[in-house]
């Protein structure tokens, strides 16, 4: 009897257990009301929202193409493997990205995050629109290592994927290189983060409250940061030499894009938005932590011919930085946290 009361039990739990995934598997996720975040302290965007409006079809194709690893050659990688959601979309502790194979790539995955106020895309700045981005890691042969319109065959073969396609732009019959990118850039531009402390702060809105240190890191970042760092957005996505290397070889940066020999190892401006968890930073991820970052600019900038002039104003190289100030700054940047917009379960890998 003991026996037949222990196999009941079982069979009950597993019963229950059964259940729960078959509710959970029928269980469709709301994205009716997915759209846009448009803060009151950004800028307008540069990415034409009307030309590709978001939709909650398309919105869930763009997001399954993200987290699918059959955008590369060999089905391993996916775009989400270097641009996790709970880092700001970043390569958390991975100095540069990493491909098929192992194989490593020259920079660190820049986070992906508010890019429909970005003018162009990627450390030089090789990608002028939005649309192309998912182009550069899948034609990337230390990334993807595959092709757009290979990608779209395998596409057409999957079971799933012609339905969502139609789903998300009705009236077309068949899958083409337009309509994913499209797809991307409806799910990758949701990807807005202005829900941190601080933007409740300049908002005067409730959870704004900034302390005393914060305070005085703001006052020193305006003076000291916010040229490059500017707007609310806490970059003026231009490109600068930042004082990091001294000679450039394996790397010219923009140059390798514009060709003028004054743009030789000058980078984007990246935001600092979410700084806090993107680390390693910059474009070769060798700085480790936000301490270190505050602290190049007071003692680590080098000489180079293009080095920003900001950086060398009387005769002294990089920003003159207090203990209390590069305190106070490090402070000051971690209110740029937004753990909603890390938190958003719609921008997190489906089930």
């Known amino acids: 009897m003991r026996y037949n009361s222990y196999f009941r039990t079982i069979a009950l739990l597993l019963g229950i257990a059964l259940a729960f995934l078959a509710c959970k598997k029928e269980a469709k996720e709301d994205l009716s009301d997915i759209s846009i975040f448009l ?139 337009p309509q994913m990118l499209m797809a991307f850039s409806q799910f990758m531009g949701a990807l807005v983060s202005a829900n941190s402390r601080y933007d409740h702060y300049v908002r005067k809105e409730a959870g704004g409250t900034l302390t005393a240190e914060e305070l005085a890191g703001l006052e020193t970042f305006k003076v000291k940061c916010s040229a490059c760092h500017s707007t609310d957005l806490f970059t003026d996505n231009s490109y600068r030499n930042n004082g990091l290397l001294s000679t450039f070889t394996n790397d010219l940066g923009r140059f390798e894009i514009s060709t003028i020999q004054e743009d030789i190892g000058k980078f984007k401006v990246p935001s600092l938005r979410n700084v806090e968890l993107t680390s390693p930073y910059m474009h070769h991820g060798k700085i480790k932590t936000l301490e270190a970052a505050v602290e190049h600019y007071n003692s680590g900038v080098k000489d180079s011919p293009t080095l920003d002039p900001l950086l060398k104003q009387n005769g002294q190289l990089g920003i003159p930085l207090s203990t209390s100030e590069k305190q106070n700054l490090v402070a000051f940047l971690k209110t740029l946290t937004d753990q909603t917009f890390i938190r958003d379960t719609r921008f997190q890998k489906p089930e």
């Open 39 to 177: 803060p009151s302290n950004f800028p307008a965007p540069y990415y034409n929202l009307s030309a590709n409006p978001i939709t909650p079809e398309g919105f869930a194709l763009g997001r399954k193409l993200f987290y699918d690893p059959i955008l590369s050659r060999d089905s391993s990688i996916a775009c989400a493997d270097c641009h996790i959601s709970y880092s700001a979309f970043s390569h958390p502790d991975h100095g540069v990205s990493h491909g098929i194979e192992g194989l490593l790539g020259r920079r660190n995955a820049p986070a992906v995050q508010n890019l429909i106020w970005q003018k162009a895309y990627f450390w030089d700045g090789g990608v002028p629109e939005m649309d192309f981005i998912a182009i550069n890691p899948i034609e990337n042969p230390v990334e993807m290592d595959e092709s757009p319109a290979n990608v779209v065959k395998k596409l057409k073969r999957h079971p799933e994927y012609p339905a969502l396609f139609r789903a998300a732009f009705p009236g077309r019959d068949t899958i083409d290189g």
